[in-house]
């Protein structure tokens, strides 16, 4: 039972490279986010997919582009990576038809960006 | 604009005593308050919640308390165990669109033995 799968775990970038976050779900679930954490600020919402189809920006969005593949795959974009892109990543799926706010969450990615 | 705080960075308590960790919120919109667990190199996992029209959520040694007019949550954990060792986060929920969930800060709980 794989849940959400991120890849890759680690990454290391200089300034200006680019690069794609890859995320799958296989609990049919209809909803997927990324998050970035970063020390002190807890968890920020980058972009989200209400549904496959759909995807809007959170809280954080400047930088980063997402495609929303299919109902599993749910892709994070780095165009022109920056040092204050250095953060971990997390991918997390839900079910919008069962518990409000109950996310399945990625074991993440860690970024640096040099 | 910190609509979720957890003001304490971290927190240490003996095994076998109570935890409580707290968090305060100023968007009378969340609809359901939400608890997560992290432990290092793993992603957050849903620990308890609590729907805005309670005052309290027990699930084992986990209780969720929520004081909507102070705006003001709280989760204890008692008797604590070393496998609490863990940061917290609370994540109040918000219907916008869509559902989105807003982090706190987080607490770092540690369990001394």
């Known amino acids: 039972n794989a849940g959400v799968t991120q890849t890759p775990k680690f990454q290391v970038l200089k300034t200006g490279q680019s690069m794609t976050l890859q995320c799958a779900q296989d609990?049919?679930?209809?909803?997927m986010y990324w998050y970035r954490q970063d020390p002190g600020m807890g968890l920020r919402l980058i972009y989200y997919?209400?549904?496959?189809?759909?995807?809007d920006k959170g809280e954080v969005p400047n930088g980063y582009n997402v495609s929303r593949l299919n109902k599993r795959e749910f892709s994070l974009r780095l165009e022109s990576a920056a040092p204050s892109q250095t953060s971990v990543y997390f991918c997390?799926?839900?079910?919008?038809?069962?518990?409000?706010?109950?996310?399945?969450f990625g074991s993440g990615t860690q970024l640096s960006v040099l | 604009d910190q609509q979720v705080k957890q003001n304490s960075p971290s927190l240490s308590v003996q095994e076998g005593r109570i935890s409580i960790l707290n968090c305060d919120y100023t968007?009378?919109?969340?609809?359901?308050f939400l608890w997560y667990k992290k432990y290092p190199a793993e992603g957050p996992t849903f620990l308890i919640s609590?729907?805005?029209?309670?005052d309290k959520n027990e699930d084992g040694r986990f209780t969720v308390f929520l004081n909507k007019s102070a705006k003001h949550l709280s989760l204890h954990i008692v008797p604590s165990q070393p496998g609490d060792s863990a940061v917290y986060f609370c994540?109040?929920?918000?219907?916008?669109?869509?559902?989105?969930?807003?982090f706190g800060q987080g607490t770092r709980l540690t369990i001394n033995p």
């Open positions: 997390a799926s839900s079910d919008a038809g069962t518990q409000a706010g109950k996310l399945f």
């Open positions: 609990m049919n679930h209809n909803s």
């Open positions: 997919s209400a549904s496959e189809g759909t995807t």
């Open positions: 968007n009378s919109m969340f609809d359901y």
């Open positions: 609590i729907s805005s029209i309670k």
């Open positions: 994540a109040p929920h918000l219907i916008q669109g869509a559902q989105k969930l807003v």
